[in-house]
């Protein structure tokens, strides 16, 4: 049976028009929301008339449609439940006694959901429909649900109580951790809460200890870049440095790395904040401002714990930054991380810290700059024949016939296209026409250029390749170096 989305199975059962649908999926663009919580958010179909037809059996209902019906259906008694339970108590959080109450069950329903889904972030928020939930799925933000507004007081109460917060603090940012089970799997979870208008919004980061994949190969780094990386990491001493954005999978690359170095026979420590992980054999540091050390004290002290390998979190200021590359200097095979959009910046951005160039010159031996892009769902991804100077592909880079993908969406990537993530990268190895370039304070244009000039791949050409190889699409790669191209 050929598969009908959620729209037209709402046509056809008279529930919505055509133009209804039109104006759902233009805003959905916009939005990311769920089809179905649009149309009723904008008055277009009731809530009953929603679940009847995702309730429906059909060959080829997705995923998330199925998720939505459990979620609406599965938590519509528990709101009701925890609605009369806070009316009887005025309503205020902080009497409830949530152990009594289904609220309990709401929440530990949001977890659950969001780990079956594949999230690694639940967002929880007031906003002018509700309560509003969504979650972080291969890095995009989707929403889940929308739950009655006057529920957000206890569903923070409960979520503060799991981080072991303080429930009747409301007016400053709190930070906590849990840990849960689901499906013989455990789950370090982060929790942030801030105050905003109308309330309190919560993150939670969902971190699968068993689920870390680690290889430079199942990264999605090619065989010839891994020589390369393994070369340098054979270095006695030297720094190796990561460059991205927030989100861009750094520490995984570099605990890779470290994992492929990692023996008995090396004395590795790491200073990070946060430990996302924690690595066998490894002596792993967290950064504890409150208590005094931080990025710089813990280098320091590491340094009398005779490492041959240091793994510093991140350079944020000339202390530290000044601190790792005397490290590196001294005999030290030093890894640390900087914020920049590409591997060319990273050499000016620590200059402009204040760290001297020569130093940088002497001690920097690779640079590696890279983002995360969604890959295509193998069950579903479509291949076509781009219209002319859409892609830039010619025609002797695609070969005869198609040979580019565009994601459809099916069952088992809920319905999104995509399934999993992949890095983008590029790497920039030091050779003695940058460091000339590095002392003199050049731009970080030139150093681009030179290192182009040696044979670099930048992103975007390490992007086309995984396009070319039906790993993924050019927009998802645009959306990703929008900056670089």
């Given at each position: 049976?050929?598969?009908?989305?959620?729209?037209?199975?709402?046509?056809?059962?008279?529930?919505?028009?055509?133009?209804?649908?039109?104006?759902?999926?233009?805003?959905?663009?916009?939005?990311?929301?769920?089809?179905?919580?649009?149309?009723?958010?904008?008055?277009?179909?009731?809530?009953?008339?929603?679940?009847?037809v995702?309730s429906?059996?059909?060959?080829?209902?997705?995923?998330?449609?199925?998720?939505?019906?459990?979620?609406?259906?599965?938590?519509?008694?528990?709101?009701?439940?925890?609605?009369?339970?806070?009316?009887?108590?005025?309503?205020?959080?902080?009497?409830?006694?949530v152990?009594?109450?289904?609220?309990?069950?709401?929440?530990?329903?949001i977890?659950?959901?969001?780990?079956?889904?594949?999230?690694?972030?639940?967002?929880?928020?007031?906003?002018?429909?509700?309560?509003?939930?969504?979650?972080?799925?291969?890095?995009?933000?989707?929403?889940?649900m929308?739950?009655?507004?006057?529920?957000?007081?206890?569903?923070?109460?409960?979520v503060?109580?799991?981080?072991?917060?303080?429930?009747?603090?409301?007016?400053?940012?709190?930070?906590?951790?849990?840990?849960?089970?689901?499906?013989?799997?455990?789950?370090?979870?982060?929790?942030?809460?801030?105050?905003?208008?109308?309330?309190?919004?919560?993150?939670?980061?969902?971190?699968?200890?068993?689920?870390?994949?680690?290889?430079?190969?199942?990264?999605?780094?090619?065989?010839?870049?891994?020589?390369?990386?393994?070369?340098?990491?054979?270095?006695?001493?030297?720094?190796?440095?990561?460059?991205?954005?927030?989100?861009?999978?750094?520490?995984?690359?570099?605990?890779?790395?470290?994992?492929?170095?990692?023996?008995?026979?090396?004395?590795?420590?790491?200073?990070?904040?946060?430990?996302?992980?924690?690595?066998?054999?490894?002596?792993?540091?967290?950064?504890?401002?409150?208590?005094?050390?931080?990025?710089?004290?813990?280098?320091?002290s590491?340094?009398?714990?005779?490492?041959?390998?240091?793994?510093?979190?991140?350079?944020r200021?000339?202390?530290?930054?000044?601190?790792?590359?005397?490290?590196?200097?001294?005999?030290?095979?030093?890894?640390?991380?900087l914020?920049?959009?590409?591997?060319?910046?990273?050499?000016?951005?620590?200059?402009?810290?204040?760290?001297?160039?020569?130093?940088?010159?002497?001690?920097?031996?690779?640079?590696?700059?890279?983002?995360?892009?969604?890959?295509?769902?193998?069950?579903?991804?479509?291949?076509?024949?781009?219209?002319?100077?859409?892609?830039p592909?010619?025609?002797?880079?695609?070969?005869?016939?198609?040979?580019?993908?565009?994601?459809?969406?099916?069952?088992k990537?809920?319905?999104?296209?995509?399934?999993?993530r992949?890095?983008?990268?590029?790497?920039?190895?030091?050779n003695?026409?940058?460091?000339?370039?590095?002392?003199?304070?050049?731009?970080?244009?030139?150093?681009?250029?030179?290192?182009?000039?040696?044979?670099?791949?930048?992103?975007l050409?390490?992007?086309?390749?995984?396009?070319?190889?039906?790993?993924?699409?050019?927009?998802?790669?645009?959306?990703?170096?929008?900056?670089?191209?």
């Amino acid at each position: 049976m050929k598969y009908k989305k959620i729209g037209e199975r709402l046509i056809e059962s008279g529930l919505i028009t055509e133009d209804q649908l039109k104006t759902a999926l233009d805003e959905q663009k916009k939005t990311g929301e769920l089809i179905g919580a649009i149309l009723f958010s904008k008055g277009f179909i009731t809530q009953q008339g929603l679940l009847k037809v995702l309730s429906m059996s059909h060959t080829g209902e997705t995923a998330e449609q199925k998720e939505e019906v459990s979620i609406p259906e599965g938590i519509e008694d528990i709101v009701r439940q925890s609605t009369t339970a806070l009316r009887s108590e005025g309503e205020k959080a902080v009497s409830v006694d949530v152990s009594l109450v289904p609220i309990v069950r709401l929440v530990e329903n949001i977890i659950f959901s969001s780990i079956d889904m594949g999230a690694t972030d639940i967002h929880i928020g007031p906003d002018s429909r509700g309560t509003r939930v969504r979650y972080r799925i291969d890095g995009r933000l989707r929403h889940a649900m929308y739950l009655p507004k006057s529920l957000l007081p206890a569903i923070v109460s409960r979520v503060k109580i799991m981080g072991s917060m303080n429930i009747a603090e409301n007016r400053v940012p709190q930070d906590g951790s849990t840990t849960i089970s689901r499906k013989n799997l455990k789950y370090d979870v982060r929790i942030s809460t801030f105050p905003i208008v109308d309330g309190e919004n919560i993150v939670m980061r969902m971190l699968n200890k068993s689920q870390l994949i680690l290889g430079l190969e199942n990264l999605g780094f090619e065989k010839s870049d891994v020589e390369s990386i393994n070369a340098s990491l054979n270095m006695p001493y030297g720094m190796i440095l990561m460059s991205g954005p927030t989100g861009s999978g750094k520490t995984t690359t570099l605990y890779s790395a470290l994992s492929i170095i990692n023996s008995v026979y090396k004395n590795i420590f790491t200073i990070e904040d946060p430990i996302e992980y924690h690595l066998p054999l490894i002596r792993q540091s967290q950064v504890n401002v409150k208590a005094g050390l931080t990025f710089a004290s813990g280098l320091r002290s590491i340094l009398r714990q005779d490492p041959d390998v240091i793994l510093v979190g991140e350079m944020r200021d000339f202390e530290t930054a000044e601190l790792a590359i005397r490290s590196a200097l001294t005999g030290h095979l030093v890894f640390s991380t900087l914020h920049t959009n590409d591997a060319a910046s990273s050499l000016p951005r620590l200059i402009d810290m204040g760290v001297e160039p020569f130093l940088l010159a002497s001690t920097v031996d690779t640079v590696i700059s890279q983002r995360l892009v969604r890959v295509l769902c193998d069950n579903c991804k479509e291949a076509y024949s781009p219209a002319k100077g859409s892609v830039p592909f010619s025609a002797s880079d695609m070969g005869e016939g198609p040979a580019i993908y565009r994601a459809v969406g099916c069952e088992k990537c809920n319905d999104s296209g995509y399934k999993g993530r992949t890095v983008i990268y590029e790497i920039m190895k030091m050779n003695s026409a940058i460091k000339e370039l590095t002392s003199r304070k050049a731009s970080s244009g030139m150093i681009a250029e030179a290192a182009k000039e040696s044979g670099m791949r930048t992103m975007l050409e390490n992007g086309k390749r995984k396009v070319l190889a039906g790993i993924t699409t050019w927009e998802e790669v645009l959306s990703t170096t929008r900056s670089e191209s």
